[in-house]
């Protein structure tokens, strides 16, 4: 929303008055508004084609059309636009009505208040609509964008969704050009890249689905197009998660590289190849002699390749495969290229190897051109695997334990033994029609990638939940190790139903968890008192541990506190068959005492006989030592309660005392026949009252804030010798008409400045100095500092009545007082001790006294000294003060403040004056009051109103205004308070009850 640009508001409205009001309280807000009003319907809609309006007001009811008219016709012709309903006469039902027909807001004629504040808001939705408006179209060109770069890429683009079913949601049109399948033919058939790649890698694809990490590796396969013609295609594939972390989706780009495959098999046979490969090639001459060898024949054989060319091959074959080696040459010299097969050959040292061969003829050559490799090694492990695998199957079927041959390829059951059919209720015929996901209660991608897993590992042990053919689900323990039968691999599983054993784990578990987490302690030993067993609580409660008390007798945590006698019934009672119950005094590791609560139980066999004791002990130490602490929290509870009601007593003593001073006086000044000088007496009383009232609300509040944790440090440099000099200076008067003399005894060097929350040390000196005032009738008060370990140490001395010993560290305590009786000699509220200690210790330094009874006080306080040069004073206490003006007693001053009383107290003080004033009743209008008013030269602000307190109408009138002098006007006159006020914004403050030369004076500083 563009705050710079006029607002256009379109109203339709039958009344100018009521129209009037509107537009007066939407310019509180929005100065700057221009109104179109019309109260007929054709009007309005002219309105909205001409006008470009920001906003449209309706009136509900009108002669010619109603609000909810003219909201459908904005609606239509200019649905952005928000629309608000302003009326007199409508109730909630049309008031619904009206919102749900699309209206922003509605505002009731009685509140028009609330008016600036739904333009507002209404304005705000409608940026927010806009702003909704412009990121679609964006987003909607982006997508545009890339739909046009994948439609005319070469290469294919795809989309695969693989939860909750397997399909293909996107595939661009190269797919035609690369594969011959149309992108309609993905979308149509889910199964279609699995259809088509070579066998030979479809493992390789459905690998990839089963593991995150081969998912995101490039992937090159080869696949078949629709023409028949083999083809090799590279993807990269971006895998898609859900929240759970499970693959559901993929998306990736594939591309043509068979030309690149190509070249690298058309790479021809080199000499290096031919020399060095471990396989063995040669040339044989339809003659029946080799012409050609490569060194592999030597290494293999150890026939030198001259005594392996010198006589015809087949003497070299073993007598058992002559013939057929005989019939394959003839074959291929009859014109069959290529033929595979396995013969043995004779070694040098009359061994025998298997070889395994691959020839291909070229009759119009006579030669045979042909490879083989030594395969002894494997046709020994084929012939081992015959014979282990018939061992497998008979064991397999005839074993007790439920066994189970899968296919992890496609989890499919290939073989169940007898011991599978009576575990699980299915016969075997439908058993091996079944899928391992049919038992497996798990997800169908958890129970595929398992067996996956289980292919690259020697042996997998896991305990699932299977389920039976009446449905029933048990745990099952799962043994699976993969096995190769026919060349192909299986997963072989041996099932154990241990449903009964996770029933009574759970049972040992809640049992053993009972014990271990048990309260008490417990100890359990055979008949002999050796120990056998404790919990973790009997280490925690005694010090010793399981292994330093095992084979130990129970006896280490005897106190010797009870007698022999004791232990001998205990004994007696047990050895009996029956429980001991009863209190122990026991000894812990460290050799302290505790009480114990024991139950000591035998357990006996089946035979009757006792074989173990159980010992349950409780700690009771608290429990015994609880009479005890209830009678001393008795005590000082009663000492608690008889200090505050001293306290409270005192309290209202130092409030009705001052207070009966102002009533009683100012009933006195009500009479009419008081001369001069006798007024002048009393109000003197009524204002002494006053200053004791308040200095007695202070002190309660401040300390209660203090109590509440509401007090925060603010540190500052300042001068301490100017400090000293200048309470010394206005505490002289009160000390010399007491007759006392009053002194500085200063010991750091002048001009010394310190950083410290001078507020706070204010507050303690004055408390302290105070009352020194109050118990010194004759003698003196001194008020000194020096520094010491970098400490500064500062006093205040008297000559007055001094304090009891006894009492030095009770007087800073919140209810207890120097005095404690009602007949006290002094007024006063007590608490000025217990600011002065909560203030040191926020300063974090200490108070002490040194005091006798009749010889006068001295009380301490240190704080960390923390040393400030006076180059950096006088740049720290640099300020800002801003210049008044001429004096101008005709000046314009506002008045923010929500008490009548206090307002006419200040309108009489000023008018005397001759000040023109403006009253502003919350921090609102004081804001529209100084922004529609550039002539007022002072804001009195109150600081607690309605609405908008004096803080926030500071904070608001500064952003616009930074020069006009804002003087705080505050009850909260307490040490932090006047440091928020100080960081607020405003230029000064007075303090509640105002005086009138406080006033005037602070007036007069800026205007």
């Given at each position: ?21 509107v ?22 809609i002219q309105?909205l ?10 009136d509900?009811?009108?002669p010619?059309?109603?609000g ?38 509605y ?22 609509k ?8 964006l ?5 545009e964008?890339f ?9 294919m ?10 399909k ?38 459905e ?12 992937l090159t ?43 690298e ?32 024949w ?27 080696t ?22 040098e040292?009359?061994?025998v ?6 020839a ?26 015959r ?5 497998f ?5 005839n ?5 189970m041959m ?12 007898q ?16 899928n ?8 169908v ?11 690259d590992?020697d ?25 190769r ?34 309260p ?12 056998e ?54 000894k ?7 009480w ?7 357990i ?11 010992t ?10 609880l009479v005890e ?32 001073g102002?009533?009683g ?10 001369d ?31 109590e509440?944790?509401h ?19 206005f ?32 507050s ?11 118990f ?47 007949a ?21 330094g ?33 300020t ?10 005709d ?5 923010a ?14 008018l005397?004056?001759?000040?023109r004033?403006?009253?502003a009743?919350?921090?609102a ?36 205004n ?7 006007q505050?009850a909260?006159?307490?040490t ?6 100080q960081?607020?914004?405003f ?21």
């Amino acid at each position: 929303m563009d705050i710079t640009k006029a607002l256009r508001i379109l109203y339709a409205e039958d009344s100018p008055d009521d129209a009037e009001l509107v537009k007066r309280e939407i310019r509180k807000s929005f100065p700057e508004t221009i109104f179109k009003l019309v109260d007929t319907r054709d009007n309005f809609i002219q309105a909205l084609h001409t006008f470009q309006a920001d906003l449209v007001l309706s009136d509900y009811s009108m002669p010619s059309f109603n609000g909810l008219e003219a909201l459908k016709i904005s609606l239509e012709l200019q649905p952005d636009l928000p629309v608000l309903i302003v009326t007199g006469s409508i109730n909630e039902e049309t008031a619904v009505d009206c919102l749900k027909a699309g209206a922003t807001d509605y505002v009731l004629k009685e509140s028009l208040k609330r008016l600036g504040q739904s333009v507002r808001q209404a304005l705000e939705q409608k940026e927010l609509k806009t702003q909704r408006r412009v990121a679609l179209q964006l987003q909607q060109a982006s997508e545009e964008r890339f739909r046009r770069l994948a439609e005319n890429a070469q290469d294919m683009i795809y989309r695969f969704e693989l939860f909750p079913r397997r399909k293909c949601t996107y595939m661009s049109p190269a797919s035609l050009k690369i594969t011959g399948y149309a992108p309609e033919e993905y979308y149509a058939d889910p199964d279609l890249v699995f259809n088509y790649v070579h066998p030979d890698d479809r493992g390789l694809l459905e690998q990839m689905l089963l593991d995150d990490a081969s998912v995101r590796q490039s992937l090159t396969l080869r696949y078949f197009r629709k023409d028949g013609e083999l083809i090799w295609k590279e993807q990269r594939n971006i895998p898609i998660f859900n929240d759970d972390g499970e693959l559901v989706a993929l998306e990736g780009i594939a591309r043509d590289v068979t030309g690149q495959k190509l070249a690298e098999e058309k790479l021809l046979l080199s000499d290096r190849v031919f020399n060095f490969t471990t396989d063995m090639f040669c040339i044989a001459g339809f003659d029946g002699f080799f012409k050609v060898l490569n060194p592999a024949w030597e290494r293999t054989l150890g026939w030198s390749r001259e005594e392996l060319m010198n006589k015809p091959f087949v003497e070299y074959v073993h007598p058992d495969d002559r013939n057929n080696t005989k019939e394959i040459s003839e074959k291929m010299i009859a014109g069959e290229k290529v033929i595979r097969f396995d013969n043995r050959y004779f070694c040098e040292d009359g061994s025998v190897k298997w070889l395994s061969w691959s020839a291909h003829s070229i009759p119009e050559e006579r030669i045979i051109i042909a490879t083989c490799r030594d395969v002894t090694d494997h046709m020994q492990t084929l012939e081992e695997l015959r014979e282990s695998e018939e061992k497998f199957r008979t064991l397999f079927h005839n074993h007790s334990a439920a066994k189970m041959m899968i296919d992890p390829e496609n989890g499919n059951i290939v073989e169940v033994n007898q011991a599978t059919c009576e575990l699980y209720g299915w016969p075997e015929s439908e058993f091996v029609n079944m899928n391992v996901n049919d038992i497996d209660i798990s997800p169908v991608h958890a129970v595929m990638k398992r067996l996956q897993q289980i292919l690259d590992k020697d042996y997998v042990n896991k305990e699932l939940k299977h389920q039976k053919a009446d449905g029933t689900v048990f745990d099952v323990e799962l043994f699976s190790s993969p096995v190769r039968i026919g060349g192909k691999s299986f997963l072989h599983s041996i099932v154990h139903d241990i449903s009964e054993k996770k029933m009574h784990e759970r049972q040992l578990r809640l049992l053993n968890r009972a014990v271990e987490q048990s309260p008490v302690t417990l100890m359990i030993t055979d008949t002999g008192g050796r120990i056998e067993y404790v919990n973790p609580t009997f280490t925690r409660v005694t010090g010793y541990t399981f292994e330093e008390v095992k084979g130990r007798n129970p006896r280490i945590l005897n106190s010797g506190h009870h007698s022999t006698q004791f232990h001998k019934v205990i004994w007696e009672t047990i050895l009996a068959g029956e429980d001991w119950v009863g209190e122990l005094r026991n000894k812990k590791k460290d050799g302290s005492m505790y009480w114990v609560d024991a139950t000591i139980s035998p357990i006996v066999n089946s035979q009757g006989e006792i074989t173990h004791f159980v010992t349950v002990r409780e700690d009771i130490t608290e429990k015994k030592n609880l009479v005890e602490d209830l009678i001393l929290a008795k005590e000082k509870a009663e000492e608690s309660d008889r200090l505050k009601s001293s306290f409270l007593a005192n309290m209202s003593h130092e409030i009705r005392t001052p207070m009966n001073g102002i009533i009683g006086f100012l009933e006195l000044l009500q009479q009419t026949d008081l001369d001069a000088a006798v007024r002048e007496e009393f109000l003197q009383v009524v204002r002494s009252s006053s200053d004791r009232l308040m200095t007695t609300l202070n002190d309660i509040i401040e300390i209660s804030k203090i109590e509440a944790g509401h007090v925060d440090l603010n540190e500052s440099v300042f001068d301490i010798s100017n400090m000293l000099n200048y309470f010394c200076d206005f505490f002289r008067p009160e000390a010399e008409q007491k007759g006392l003399s009053i002194s500085v005894d200063n010991r750091l060097p002048g001009g010394l400045s310190i950083k410290a929350d001078k507020n706070k040390l204010e507050s303690i000196l004055t408390n302290l100095i105070k009352n020194a005032l109050k118990f010194t009738t004759k003698g003196f008060i001194e008020i000194g500092v020096r520094e010491e370990e970098q400490q500064l140490i500062f006093h205040v001395s008297d000559s007055g009545s001094g304090i009891a010993a006894d009492r030095h560290e009770l007087i800073f305590d919140r209810f207890t007082q120097a005095e404690q009786n009602l007949a006290r000699a002094y007024e006063g509220s007590g608490l000025g001790l217990s600011i002065c200690k909560a203030y040191t210790d926020m300063l974090n330094g200490r108070i002490w006294l040194e005091s006798k009874e009749g010889k006068g006080s001295t009380f301490y306080f240190l704080i960390p000294a923390k040393i400030q040069s006076a180059e950096n004073e006088n740049i720290r206490q640099q300020t800002g003060e801003p210049v008044p003006a001429a004096a101008n007693d005709d000046a314009l001053i506002l008045i923010a403040e929500d008490d009548e009383a206090s307002y006419y107290y200040l309108e009489v003080v000023l008018l005397r004056k001759n000040y023109r004033l403006l009253h502003a009743v919350n921090g609102a209008d004081a804001v529209e009051f100084v922004r529609q008013n550039p002539g007022i030269q002072l804001v009195l602000m109150d600081i607690k109103m309605p609405e908008m307190d004096g803080y926030e109408a500071t904070r608001q009138i500064r952003q616009f205004n930074q020069q006009i002098p804002i003087i705080a006007q505050t009850a909260f006159a307490m040490t932090d308070d006047i440091e928020r006020i100080q960081h607020a914004g405003f230029t000064d403050y007075v303090t509640k009850p105002i005086q009138v030369p406080d006033l005037l004076s602070i007036i007069k500083k800026f205007i």
